[in-house]
């Protein structure tokens, strides 16, 4: 049977990356050693780093004036870190809340210390709209911090806020590579590699030059200067995810860049966004300018089907779209290596449910 995973994260690799994995394993370059062997001080894994920084770069066309650095911790770790490394002159920042993922980045800036204002947040409507920057007050903020995408509650945005001088600080964990933005307007990305870049254990910063080195003896592994300096090999980077990361950047350049892949998402998630507002049973809750290309929520209102719903789908192959436990219902995530089959085949799957259960 074929299967389809559409898990939230880790999530669905490209199938030509697994195949290039599963042929390199035993032997990687001729060397008569696996990547999961090789030293992060030898020529082989040099190569491989380099590359990664170099494909990303030409992906997103980032400007000579942005580092590309390579963290492990997750992108949780960067709610600590990029307080940490930016915030050396007000300490305090702005956010605006649009979900669980930017209130965990409020969190953990408050435990530092740091003030956060929240400037606008959209808990009362349960995240199915994005907050707005209505006046961001400059020089009082270090940087104004973003979720691009929410994958929990299916918003994203399409264009991106307004902040002067203040700079932009953005998670992209979840639409990274997968909408086109300006990426330029980005001061700082943060984003964790396991569901547009690869696997867990990667988590990847693009920071400008500007804002790094200002903060004095911070932890060294979140230390931004340091790994900058070190070429993100201040100790044993995450190998092997690194590795994957380069293939999966390989990818999508051959298969077109990031306007491609926004391209693609863009089809499939109309297609099913498309039924949903067609569809009886099924909601999809989060209003019409505000949805996400990457995960898409839906509900048919009643608990009891819901779980009817996701163990059928379960059984034909329709992989991981039981909603997150803070929204239930369903959630299909819809990242670069999901196919249009893949949500062809959930949607005829969904309207033969329809017409059973409605
Ligand atoms: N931000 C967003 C938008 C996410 O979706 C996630 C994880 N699902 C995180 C941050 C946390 O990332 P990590 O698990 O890598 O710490």
């Given at each position: 049977?074929?299967?389809?995973?559409?898990?939230?994260?880790?999530?669905?690799?490209?199938?030509?990356?697994?195949?290039?994995?599963?042929?390199?394993?035993?032997?990687?370059?001729?060397?008569?050693?696996?990547?999961?062997?090789?030293?992060?001080?030898?020529?082989?894994?040099?190569?491989?780093i380099d590359?990664?920084?170099?494909?990303?770069?030409?992906?997103?066309?980032?400007?000579?004036?942005?580092?590309?650095?390579?963290?492990?911790?997750?992108?949780?770790?960067?709610?600590?870190?990029?307080?940490?490394?930016?915030?050396?002159?007000?300490?305090?920042?702005?956010?605006?809340?649009?979900?669980?993922?930017?209130?965990?980045?409020?969190?953990?800036?408050?435990?530092?210390?740091?003030?956060?204002?929240v400037l606008?947040?959209?808990?009362?409507?349960?995240?199915?709209?994005?907050?707005?920057?209505?006046?961001?007050?400059?020089?009082?903020?270090?940087?104004?911090?973003?979720?691009?995408?929410?994958?929990?509650?299916?918003?994203?945005?399409?264009?991106?806020?307004?902040?002067?001088?203040?700079?932009?600080?953005?998670?992209?964990?979840?639409?990274?590579?997968?909408?086109?933005?300006?990426?330029?307007?980005?001061?700082?990305?943060?984003?964790?590699?396991?569901?547009?870049?690869?696997?867990?254990?990667?988590?990847?910063?693009?920071?400008?030059?500007?804002?790094?080195?200002?903060?004095?003896?911070?932890?060294?592994?979140?230390?931004?200067?340091?790994?900058?300096?070190?070429?993100?090999?201040?100790?044993?980077?995450?190998?092997?995810?690194?590795?994957?990361?380069?293939?999966?950047?390989?990818?999508?350049?051959?298969?077109?860049?990031?306007?491609?892949?926004?391209?693609?998402?863009?089809?499939?998630?109309?297609?099913?966004?498309?039924?949903?507002?067609?569809?009886?049973?099924?909601?999809?809750?989060?209003?019409?300018?505000?949805?996400s290309l990457?995960?898409?929520?839906?509900?048919?209102?009643?608990?009891?089907?819901?779980?009817?719903?996701?163990?059928?789908?379960?059984?034909?192959?329709?992989?991981?779209?039981?909603?997150?436990?803070?929204?239930?219902?369903?959630?299909?995530?819809?990242?670069?290596?999901?196919?249009?089959?893949?949500?062809?085949?959930?949607?005829?799957?969904?309207?033969?449910?329809?017409?059973?259960?409605?």
């Open positions: 049977m074929v299967v389809y995973n559409f898990s939230a994260g880790p999530a669905v690799l490209p199938d030509e990356v697994i195949k290039k994995v599963k042929a390199d394993l035993p032997s990687y370059d001729n060397s008569g050693m696996s990547v999961m062997e090789i030293s992060h001080r030898s020529d082989l894994f040099d190569n491989i590359q990664a920084q170099q494909d990303l770069r030409a992906l997103l066309q980032i400007p000579d004036n942005y580092r590309v650095l390579f963290f492990q911790g997750g992108c949780t770790l960067q709610f600590s870190a990029a307080p940490l490394n930016l915030a050396t002159e007000h300490k305090k920042i702005a956010l605006l809340d649009s979900g669980h993922w930017a209130d965990r980045a409020r969190d953990e800036a408050s435990r530092l210390g740091i003030g956060v204002d606008d947040s959209t808990k009362n409507l349960h995240y199915t709209k994005l907050p707005v920057l209505k006046d961001l007050p400059q020089n009082t903020y270090d940087y104004l911090h973003i979720t691009t995408n929410n994958t929990i509650e299916g918003t994203a945005y399409s264009s991106l806020p307004k902040t002067g001088k203040t700079p932009l600080v953005a998670d992209l964990s979840s639409n990274f590579l997968a909408q086109n933005y300006d990426f330029s307007k980005f001061d700082l990305m943060m984003v964790g590699a396991q569901k547009n870049v690869g696997i867990a254990g990667l988590t990847i910063v693009v920071v400008k030059d500007d804002l790094i080195g200002k903060a004095k003896n911070l932890p060294s592994m979140i230390d931004y200067e340091l790994f900058a300096k070190k070429n993100s090999m201040f100790n044993t980077p995450p190998v092997f995810a690194i590795y994957v990361a380069g293939l999966v950047l390989k990818w999508i350049k051959q298969q077109g860049g990031v306007a491609e892949m926004d391209r693609r998402n863009r089809k499939k998630s109309d297609l099913l966004y498309d039924f949903l507002d067609d569809s009886k049973l099924f909601t999809a809750p989060v209003i019409k300018k505000d949805r990457t995960n898409v929520p839906f509900v048919t209102g009643n608990k009891a089907l819901d779980q009817e719903l996701i163990q059928q789908a379960g059984e034909v192959g329709l992989l991981n779209i039981k909603g997150h436990r803070s929204v239930g219902g369903m959630r299909a995530s819809l990242y670069n290596a999901m196919p249009f089959s893949g949500v062809e085949k959930l949607v005829d799957f969904l309207n033969k449910f329809e017409k059973e259960y409605w």
